[in-house]
């Protein structure tokens, strides 16, 4: 096959700007919006790249076909934000890459790919403060499609997190399904998926991020859901949480398997005491509140996992981002309820999974077929990770934000 | 260790969490020392001594028991004469804030030598009245609650009962599912459903009881699978339960008390802070998954994104949404926990649900959400006694562990509509203290019909949680609290083993949870009232004395029927029969005993006096004509009912004769319901065909007078003839002028004096006084005819529940292959759609004309003949 032929296409068109864009997709949450976006040129930390593939001993020359290098870029902006978005977008011209440049003049209207109910929401905003008209993809399918994608075509994405310890699983891709998809956003839906495009909303709660940043910030005044998380690490949450051992005087009380350090009720401590809000710390506060957010989702996943005979749950969504507190809860409650049988995994990318697959989704669309398809390719080689940074904070920033190189091939 | 008597109960404990609940602390309290109600409590420490089970618990002394005969209550007591008088039994559940206690007294002494009952018993064969092979006792199951606040009230009352004398026991909760089941089990119209504000009780089959999951939310939430009596265990829980939605709440809006905090949530709007799905995609639904548009997406998503703070939110709209956060979430995750297991019911308990209609409504929405309407939240009426009710039933030897349904009457004392059943006052005892307290009622007005103050519930169950008492009384608008009455336990009481589907059994034939239906019959009850009064107080002799307790009696049933028109479930599930019960034993609570005695007497003579002139005439027509006659007179000679407005306006008008001899020249067939020729078939059979005749047939008779008399007494003749055995079911206790047990033997020996008939068979069926001393060694076997028998149905109503009859007529029943039901109470208001394995005919001349209008389409006076033959 013609090698330019699987050219990005944002590449050979001279009118645009910049010339590296390619694609664009984004997932408006309620929350968070996740941009996704591919660029064919190295940046400063080009170095990354190419020393991840060093290291894993993948030269291009002994491939039999071209390859196409580029990047794919994570960003997030807070919804409330979300000028700050669209200027992000014009300030990098995302909006003008695309397949459609193809086929019609770059003044015409862009479309681009947008997932979440904010891409229903916020749709005339796009068109009015960008010109481009949101094509809005399914927010499930997006979610399977990302983390399909990832499990498959991203090395050491998944992980398991017990007590400070990272652990990277190897999945074997005829073994994956079926498994339970948590997707923490605001809320939390749970996907029981059986194969590609093959899922089902088994369940979900609306006990979610949105509830921890929510009520996180009528108990403690954070401006931001990231600080709530850091002020949850310096927290102790036996201040107001009502724990085993308060009942029975630091005993465990064994007989039902709970130790003392057991939560019996959250904020259950708030009750007796005749403290009000503010005497209480706000670090205490985030911490007793993050507990109580990742053991409910821990629980209700395992029970869902339990209901279909699933041995794997991934968890996804911007309520994870790589924060070990969460994780480490969450890893204990499913753990906890599943006496050590069923396992929480993480993904690097959680949090982008929707976006990945509004990303992917211009597939459907029969253009640039090649690129997504060899991206879709089970070649865990060629594709790493662009270092270890995979959370970052909402601030739009392009070289704190995450990104992974990619080798394309056509054939 | 002792304590002080002003601390015990702090001093148990202070803050109890979840898990407490499965602990089984088992702390032995005795009270002994009589000065003053002071006691001096033993408390096993708790360390050390956790699973040890203190073997000094009182025990009854059974050697020698033995029934002694008891006819004016339905349930013989046995005597223990082994066993100090005065036993008790006693339980206590003492929390932060309330005392649960639950005790069981012994039903008072009413020996009367009955020689008609000894004989049925002997004839039927029953021993003991009961099929087990061990004694209990017969009595009655108090559930009575106190501030914790206030024990010294608590320890006057145990003092002024006496209780202290009898076993006393309190154990924390290691056996609360066991009781549960025992709840469940024993205790109709124990379990029921709540959706949107509409309570509907369910009948729970013993069978398929287990296994159930029961979800005790306190202050977190214990889950857990119950198999069967004793066999159970926790499979789940969460962190997540009433502390969590009391604490973030306190945090949140400064609420005093979790019922603040509750009542706050009623006026929310939780779309101000939760983020729901038509929020995230701009008010559309996402069909796609079934999320509607109102769908909570988010619990307090939307605090996120607004540049408000904690104050700019109403604290109304906070506690809803945090409400429905926590509700929503563990009706999820017991329904996920149900569908591990293949449960099909739920169970809720504890104080974040006890008695609050919001909590109920939100816990049974979310887990009809999740099953898709396949599960059901259910809840229960005595929730707040189980960990009492569990210590109490940890006695070994009362033999209540295995108390069935039918063994169980529900009683509603004259203080329930005031109190809501919630918080006891000071101890009532004799009846002068309950009159003097019904007048300090209506002196206090609406005021005291308001419920009463309360603290917040305490601790329970499993998931058994001390709270704080609030600073100053609270009042509880919510009135979906439920009462809770005395149990009754009637050991002889049985199921009629005739009733041809138990399971589809309903003994009540219009459903008052039509409001409409509803009002009506309060209506009609109310306007009876002051007839019933003069009744009641002419019975006794229409003195000062009897003038004030009519006043009382007429007061307090008021105040029932006030309580009911406000939440018809407080009594559990409403029937019109548990309403004409409840005026029976309101009535029995001011110790009228018999209203209608003298009226009774009175018709009983007038119609005995010409049952030999109608018996006469019967005897010169021909078998086909004297059956329909004698149809055509029970249903004519049913009209003498003190019970319908209509009759007791034509009882001022003529004498009873007349009336009987109008209304039978009144009766034209075709009857609105008429099945006579059927009926007539198997009876007489057609052409050369002869059928045999009935073995055995139960007559349940009506009206004392002219109904009993030249209706029902001529008709068992006829059957008698026939060489049928007949058995005539009456009251136990007295019920309007309906003719009791203890009466008919009379009534039946003085129509015998004219009618060999009645006397052969009377003497046959040991009716006949002075025939049964002379026939004393005798045996049945020389008497030429079938006997007549007279057994107690084992109720003091005009409407029969089947489900509860006296172990006398459950023993009768069993070779009876023809059941007759007179009048409206049994046949219609009760009974009307009930199938039997045997033969039924109904008889009975309708006298409202509602209800004939509802039932049969007809009109007042219309007459019933439905004949159902065996299935």
């Not at chain 1, 006990?207 to 690490?233: A, I, M, P, Q, Y």
């Not at chain 2, 109600?37 to 000094?56: C, F, K, T, V």
């Not at chain 2, 005790?103 to 049925?120: C, G, L, M, P, W």
């Not at chain 2, 104080?351 to 999740?370: E, K, L, N, P």
Request: with cysteine.
């Amino acid at each position: 096959m013609d090698p330019k032929e699987v050219e990005i296409p944002g590449n050979s068109d001279p009118n645009q700007p910049g010339g590296r864009i390619s694609h664009l997709a984004l997932d408006i949450g309620g929350s968070l919006i996740k941009l996704v976006y591919f660029s064919t040129n190295y940046d400063a930390d080009d170095e990354v790249g190419r020393s991840g593939k060093k290291s894993l001993g993948v030269p291009n020359g002994n491939r039999d076909y071209p390859v196409l290098k580029g990047r794919l870029h994570f960003v997030k902006f807070e919804t409330s934000k979300i000028n700050d978005c669209l200027d992000f977008i014009q300030t990098k011209q995302l909006h003008l890459g695309g397949y459609q440049n193809l086929e019609a003049p770059p003044t015409d209207k862009s479309i681009i790919k947008a997932t979440g109910g904010g891409a229903y929401k916020y749709a005339d905003l796009f068109k009015e403060k960008l010109g481009i008209s949101l094509d809005k993809e399914d927010e499930m399918d997006c979610l399977v499609g990302g983390i399909n994608f990832l499990l498959k075509a991203v090395h050491q994405e998944a992980f398991t997190y017990m007590e400070g310890q990272k652990e990277f699983v190897q999945i074997d891709h005829n073994d994956l399904y079926p498994y339970l998809l948590v997707n923490i956003g605001s809320g939390v839906s749970m996907l029981k998926v059986d194969g590609d495009g093959k899922f089902e909303r088994v369940s979900g709660t609306s006990v979610g991020g949105g509830t921890f940043w929510g009520l996180g910030r009528l108990l403690t005044n954070c401006k931001s859901f990231d600080e709530l998380l850091k002020l949850s690490h310096q927290g102790n949450n036996r201040v107001i949480d009502m724990l085993v051992g308060d009942i029975f005087g630091g005993m465990d009380y064994s007989k039902i398997g709970l130790s003392s350090t057991t939560i019996a009720s959250s904020f259950g401590k708030a009750i007796s005491d005749n403290k009000e809000l503010e005497d209480y710390r706000p670090e205490d506060l985030a911490r007793s509140l993050l507990r109580m957010i990742s053991n409910n989702i821990g629980q209700i996943s395992y029970l869902n996992a339990l209901r279909f005979g699933l041995k794997r749950i991934f968890f996804g969504g911007f309520f994870i981002r790589g924060h070990t507190y969460t994780m480490d809860t969450i890893s204990v409650a499913v753990h906890f309820w599943s006496k050590g049988e069923a396992k929480a995994m993480f993904l690097r990318h959680e949090g982008f999974l929707g976006a990945l697959g509004a990303f992917r989704s211009y597939e459907k669309h029969g253009l640039d077929d090649t690129m997504v398809h060899r991206l879709m390719r089970p070649f865990p080689t060629t594709a790493c990770l662009a270092g270890d940074k995979i959370c970052s904070p909402p601030n739009g920033e392009l070289n704190e934000n995450d990104s992974i190189e990619f080798s394309v091939y056509a054939s | 260790m002792a304590t002080q008597t002003e601390d015990p109960v702090l001093g148990i404990d202070g803050i109890k969490g979840e898990e407490e609940n499965n602990k089984p602390i088992d702390k032995v309290v005795g009270l002994v020392g009589e000065e003053g109600g002071q006691g001096e409590r033993d408390m096993a420490p708790s360390a050390g001594n956790l699973m040890h089970r203190s073997g000094s618990r009182p025990q009854l002394d059974l050697s020698k028991a033995a029934i002694q005969g008891n006819f004016e209550e339905t349930n013989p007591t046995i005597l223990l004469p082994n066993q100090s008088d005065d036993i008790f039994h006693l339980a206590l559940d003492i929390g932060g804030s309330l005392i649960k206690l639950v005790y069981f007294s012994r039903h008072e002494d009413q020996a009367i030598n009955d020689k008609r009952k000894k004989t049925v018993k002997e004839r039927l064969g029953i021993s003991n009245g009961n099929r087990r092979s061990y004694p209990i006792l017969g009595g009655r199951l108090h559930f009575v609650k106190f501030e914790t606040s206030k024990i010294n009230d608590c320890l006057d009352f145990i003092y002024s009962k006496q209780l202290h004398h009898g076993g006393m026991d309190s154990l924390w909760h290691s056996e609360l599912p066991a009781n549960d089941n025992a709840v469940i089990k024993a205790i109709r119209h124990e379990a029921f459903t709540h959706m949107e504000g509409q309570k509907e009780f369910v009948q729970i089959d013993h069978n398929e009881l287990f296994p159930y999951l029961l979800v005790n939310i306190g202050s977190g939430v214990s889950m857990i699978k119950v198999d069967g009596d004793g066999k159970f265990q926790r499979v789940s829980g969460t962190n997540v339960g009433g502390g969590t939605y009391w604490g973030l709440g306190k945090l949140l809006t400064k609420c005093k008390s979790f019922d603040e905090l509750l009542e706050l949530s009623q006026r929310g709007d939780n779309s101000a802070i939760d983020m729901l799905v038509g929020d995230i995609y701009g008010g559309m639904d996402y069909s796609k998954i079934g999320l509607s548009a109102s769908t909570i997406a988010s619990s307090f998503g939307k605090a996120i994104s607004e540049n408000k703070e904690l104050e700019d939110y109403r604290p109304e709209d906070i506690s809803l949404s945090l409400l429905r956060m926590i509700s929503y979430n563990i009706g999820q995750i017991s329904y996920l926990n149900a569908l591990r297991f293949g449960i099909k019911r739920i169970f809720f308990g504890g104080f974040f649900i006890r008695g609050h209609a919001y909590t109920m409504d939100t816990i049974s929405f979310a887990v009809h959400f999740w099953s898709k309407g396949e599960m059901q939240a259910m809840f229960l009426r005595h929730e707040g006694f189980l960990g009492a009710l569990g210590a109490f039933m940890s006695y070994e030897t009362h033999g209540l562990d295995v108390l069935m349904a039918h063994q169980l009457v529900e009683r509603f004392p004259m203080g329930a509509p005031y109190t809501g059943g919630k918080i006891h006052g000071p101890p009532l005892g004799d009846l002068n203290e309950k009159i003097s307290w019904m007048e300090k009622f209506v002196q206090k007005g609406t005021e005291i019909t308001a419920p009463v103050p309360m603290a917040p519930p305490g601790t329970t169950g499993l998931g058994g949680f001390e709270v704080p008492l609030s600073k100053g009384g609270i009042l509880r608008s919510d009135a979906s609290a439920l009462n809770v009455g005395v149990l009754h336990l009637v050991p002889s009481l049985e199921v009629f083993p005739l009733l041809a589907d138990l399971k589809m059994y309903e003994p009540n034939t219009i459903d008052l949870s039509d409001h409409s239906e509803l009002e009506y019959w309060f209506t009609v009850l109310s306007e009876h009232l002051p007839d019933l009064v003069d009744k009641a107080v002419a019975s006794e002799g229409g003195t000062d004395d009897a003038k004030r307790r009519g006043d009382a009696f007429a007061r307090a049933f008021s105040a029932h029927l006030g309580r009911l028109l406000e939440e018809p479930a407080a009594y559990g599930k409403l029937g019109l029969a548990n309403l004409l019960e409840l005026r029976e034993e309101c009535l029995r609570e001011f110790q009228f005993v018999d209203a209608y005695r003298s009226i009774k007497q009175r018709e009983n003579e007038a119609s005995l006096a010409v049952l030999p002139d109608l018996l006469m005439e019967l005897d010169s027509m021909s078998e086909e004509i004297r059956l329909l006659t004698l149809i055509e007179g029970v249903l004519a000679a049913n009209i003498f009912d003190w019970g319908a407005r209509a009759c007791v306006d034509l009882y001022h008008k003529g004498t009873i004769i007349e009336i009987y001899r109008m209304s039978r020249n009144k009766m034209q067939r075709p009857w609105r319901v008429d099945d006579f020729d059927v009926f007539k078939e198997r009876m007489l059979g057609s052409g050369d065909k002869k059928p045999a005749p009935h073995r055995k047939a139960l007559l349940f008779v009506d009206n004392a007078g002219a109904d009993v008399v030249l209706g029902m007494l001529p008709l068992a003749r006829e059957l008698l003839r026939r060489g049928t055995e007949v058995v005539l079911v009456a009251n136990s206790l007295p019920a309007l002028n309906d003719v009791t047990a203890m009466e008919l033997p009379d009534i039946v020996a003085e129509a015998a004096k004219h009618c060999d008939i009645l006397r052969r068979a009377a003497e046959a069926g040991g009716l006949l006084v002075d025939a049964m001393i002379n026939n004393l060694d005798g045996s049945k076997e020389n008497s030429c005819s079938v006997p007549l028998m007279v057994v107690e149905n084992g109720c003091g109503s005009p409407c029969i529940d089947l489900r509860q009859v006296s172990s006398e007529l459950a023993a009768a029943a069993k070779d009876a292959d023809l059941i007759i039901l007179e009048g409206m109470g049994r046949a219609l208001h009760t009974n009307f759609n009930a199938r039997f394995k045997c033969d039924a005919l109904k008889l009975a001349m309708v006298k409202n004309q509602r209800l004939a209008e509802k039932l049969i389409y007809g009109n007042i006076y219309d007459c019933v003949c439905r004949y159902e033959p065996a299935r």
